[in-house]
């Protein structure tokens, strides 16, 4: 089995609402995504796959998604102050964690055809999470 890693940047913003540490307070991130994707066999230029094909795929994401963005619960109250002053946000289901983002990177990829290993989110220098499927 072959792996290669891409890793992107991005910062975003959040709060976790009912995190009892100061997580559960708006603040921000800036943030490492490291991309793995895997193959038995190379392909006809002896890749896995060319980088830029997934740092195209995944900024193009990124950008449209979760970079410079505030990502909130969909209940947390402070939404429609938000809507009311035309602030950029992304509600999500489930809450705006490390491991929440590095699952949603990992199924756009997956989405898109890339045959991913793992998604790595490093929230900070020593702090990171990873989602992969068996």
């Known amino acids: 089995m072959y792996t290669i890693t891409k890793e992107v940047y991005f910062c975003y913003g959040h709060r976790l609402m009912n995190h009892p540490g100061k997580c559960r307070n708006l603040h921000g ?32 994401y990124i950008d449209l998604q979760l970079d410079h963005n505030f990502l909130l619960h969909k209940d947390d109250p402070i939404i429609p102050m938000l809507i009311a002053n035309k602030e950029r946000f992304l509600a999500l289901d489930e809450h705006p964690t490390a491991e929440v983002l590095s ?31 068996s």
């Open 29 to 60: 991130h800036s943030v490492k995504a490291s991309i793995s994707i895997e193959q038995e066999q190379l392909n006809d230029q002896a890749m896995v796959c060319d980088f830029s094909d997934i740092k195209d795929c995944v900024e193009a």
């Open 103 to 133: 699952k949603m990177i990992y199924q756009h990829l997956k989405q898109a055809g890339f045959n991913v290993a793992q998604v790595v989110l490093w929230e900070t220098a020593s702090a990171a999470a990873c989602y992969r499927e």
